[in-house]
């Protein structure tokens, strides 16, 4: 039922771009299903569905013979980049204590990407570490100091393991669904603990290991409701929503005195 | 169902964590105890973070304290001069504490010294509480009654200067230790996110020698104020208060409180006391399992925090 509806809405939106675009290099359109994404005090994650056509008539599509290769889409999406701090244990006096730290940079907060079909050749490769496609090809940085490419390398392998640990990295490789060879899907999960602000999303359209178009549309994800309200006073207004927590927390004392009083 | 913790950013089951501050608040209940020494490692051994336990469970505690305190100050049995004293020192303690905090977390440290606080305090009060217990349960079978320190007596805290008048207490005592034990336990409330019961309540009785029916009560009153003051430096400092987590504790906890009163009356005293020194050391030892078994990760990541 919603696969019909959405391919029906894609067809739409395809028929229309299609009348409009004419002959330009416009060869295939996506959208997402939410452009933006509000958590509030309920929210326990959600799956937001990318959908997109290629118009297999586009010459940009046909006529070029030095282009090489099957269709394929890749889907790249990636949250806001954050400084972060990874720090290694060791053993101190027989417990497992941080030793070392580090600040990295240039990690997104969230990554996702999904592809219709999965390569492995090394055209493939370089094409994807040129454009940051897999987690593995992600560019990270280190603040401050001196380090080793073998420590930062360590590092930055952390950062992977521990993001894809979290469920905030995802690599689905050949999840994306190809209909009559024109109409494209593709699931992605966003989990509850996601990191709010501006997401990029990049849709590349390939042959073989040659970009022959990309559409990069942001979206956003907010907190709404209480818990932004609660998250930004907390943050704004320190000192108050201290004072306001210590209130609450008096009154529910005193309040449960009073309906358990027993003399 | 699932409510969204806005200060931990963590989706939660309700029905889990209410449970949680039931249990908690039943043993609490039970054994007269405040609670915070449990529910503080039991919210880490959940996922929420370290740091956002302890504010929230010190935000919790306040609470507990309240409606403890009511039902003493009833009773006429808090002394509100020596509460006042040992909170002199608790609000120095506490903010030193915060400060401690800020400073270890932002060297990727407190987790680790939040874990060995309480390894060591719940190993320390754990074993001795359990050794006592058993002495009393074995004196018990044999028929004698165990012996009773006299109030009159004294030790070296008595020797000390600046004497002041604790008419409540019946005490004339130097107020160097009264403000030492406040501070103390206001590190200890800013640290490990407890009240500090379990310290202050012996302190009392075998340093300062208050008389047993003014302990639990003055303890309370001035908690209130310790965790109180605590729960508004964290916000201030470290932004860590949950206060949804800590209402939903609170509300498991009052209700599970009455339940834990009502089935502690049917327990003998050295049994009740034995059990609680068992649940102690068994949360120690899973802390301190923590501590010393290889990690499954060496590594491990956090957002960079601004010094």
């Given at each position: 039922?919603?696969?019909?509806?959405?391919?029906?809405?894609?067809?739409?939106?395809?028929?229309?771009?299609?009348?409009?675009?004419?002959?330009?290099?416009?060869?295939?359109?996506?959208?997402?299903?939410?452009?933006?994404?509000?958590?509030?005090?309920?929210?326990?994650?959600?799956?937001?569905?990318?959908?997109?056509?290629?118009?297999?008539?586009?010459?940009?599509?046909?006529?070029?013979?030095?282009?090489?290769?099957?269709?394929?889409?890749?889907?790249?999406?990636?949250?806001?980049?954050?400084?972060?701090?990874?720090?290694?244990?060791?053993?101190?006096?027989?417990?497992?204590?941080?030793?070392?730290?580090?600040?990295?940079?240039?990690?997104?907060?969230?990554?996702?990407?999904?592809?219709?079909?999965?390569?492995?050749?090394?055209?493939?490769?370089?094409?994807?570490?040129?454009?940051?496609?897999?987690?593995?090809?992600?560019?990270?940085?280190?603040?401050?100091?001196?380090?080793?490419?073998?420590?930062?390398?360590?590092?930055?392998?952390?950062?992977?393991?521990?993001?894809?640990?979290?469920?905030?990295y995802f690599e689905e490789f050949g999840s994306i669904t190809l209909l009559d060879e024109t109409l494209f899907r593709t699931e992605i999960t966003i989990p509850a603990h996601v990191p709010v602000g501006a997401y990029a999303t990049e849709v590349f359209l390939l042959r073989g290991a040659n970009i022959l178009s990309v559409q990069s549309k942001p979206f956003y994800i907010n907190k709404t409701g209480i818990g932004r309200s609660v998250y930004e006073f907390a943050y704004d207004h320190p000192f108050f929503y201290g004072l306001g927590a210590v209130l609450i927390a008096l009154l529910a004392g005193w309040a449960a005195s009073m309906v358990f009083r027993r003399d | 169902m699932n409510v969204y913790l806005p200060i931990a950013e963590l989706s939660v089951n309700v029905f889990l964590f209410l449970s949680l501050g039931g249990a908690v608040g039943f043993l609490s209940g039970m054994f007269g105890v405040g609670g915070g020494f449990l529910m503080t490692p039991l919210l880490i051994f959940t996922g929420i973070p370290p740091a956002v336990a302890v504010a929230s469970e010190a935000n919790q505690i306040v609470a507990s304290s309240v409606s403890g305190v009511m039902a003493q100050w009833r009773r006429r049995s808090v002394d509100f001069k020596m509460g006042t004293m040992l909170l002199v020192g608790g609000i120095w303690g506490a903010a030193i504490g915060v400060w401690l905090f800020r400073i270890l977390r932002s060297l990727g440290q407190i987790d680790l010294v939040i874990s060995l606080s309480y390894v060591i305090f719940l190993g320390i009060i754990g074993s001795m509480m359990l050794?006592?217990?058993?002495?009393?349960?074995?004196?018990?079978?044999?028929?004698?009654?165990?012996?009773?320190?006299?109030?009159?007596?004294?030790?070296?805290?008595?020797?000390?200067?600046?004497?002041?008048?604790?008419?409540?207490?019946?005490?004339?005592?130097?107020?160097?230790?009264?403000?030492?034990?406040?501070?103390?336990?206001?590190?200890?409330?800013?640290?490990?996110?407890?009240?500090?019961?379990?310290?202050?309540?012996?302190?009392?009785?075998?340093?300062?020698?208050?008389?047993?029916?003014?302990?639990?009560?003055?303890?309370?009153?001035?908690?209130?104020?310790?965790?109180?003051?605590?729960?508004?430096?964290?916000?201030v400092t470290n932004q860590t208060v949950d206060f949804v987590l800590a209402l939903l504790l609170l509300l498991g906890g009052v209700v599970g409180a009455q339940f834990g009163a009502r089935a502690g009356q049917n327990l003998k005293g050295e049994d009740l006391r034995a059990l609680l020194a068992l649940l102690v050391l068994a949360v120690c030892a899973r802390l301190a399992f923590e501590l010393v078994a290889p990690p499954a990760d060496l590594f491990s990541i956090s957002d960079f925090l601004e010094k």
């Open positions: 039922m919603v696969r019909s509806i959405l391919a029906s809405v894609v067809v739409g939106v395809f028929a229309v771009c299609v009348a409009a675009g004419g002959a330009n290099a416009q060869n295939f359109v996506t959208d997402i299903s939410e452009n933006v994404i509000a958590i509030n005090s309920s929210f326990t994650g959600q799956k937001l569905v990318l959908f997109g056509a290629i118009d297999r008539t586009a010459e940009s599509l046909i006529s070029d013979d030095n282009i090489q290769g099957e269709l394929n889409i890749v889907v790249v999406i990636r949250g806001p980049k954050r400084p972060l701090v990874v720090r290694q244990k060791s053993r101190v006096a027989g417990v497992w204590a941080n030793t070392r730290s580090q600040v990295i940079i240039g990690a997104p907060s969230y990554y996702y990407v999904s592809s219709y079909k999965v390569y492995e050749d090394e055209a493939y490769k370089r094409l994807f570490k040129q454009n940051e496609i897999g987690a593995q090809n992600l560019r990270m940085q280190a603040e401050g100091g001196e380090i080793s490419p073998e420590d930062l390398e360590a590092f930055r392998q952390a950062v992977i393991r521990q993001k894809k640990k979290d469920k905030l | 050794n006592e217990a058993l002495r009393s349960r074995r004196l018990a079978r044999q028929g004698i009654q165990p012996r009773r320190r006299k109030p009159g007596q004294h030790n070296w805290v008595h020797g000390l200067p600046l004497r002041m008048r604790f008419p409540r207490s019946r005490l004339y005592i130097s107020a160097i230790p009264v403000i030492a034990l406040g501070f103390f336990v206001g590190v200890l409330a800013a640290i490990m996110g407890v009240g500090g019961g379990f310290i202050m309540v012996p302190a009392m009785i075998y340093l300062l020698r208050m008389p047993t029916n003014v302990v639990v009560g003055t303890s309370l009153f001035q908690i209130i104020f310790v965790t109180a003051f605590t729960t508004v430096m964290h916000a």
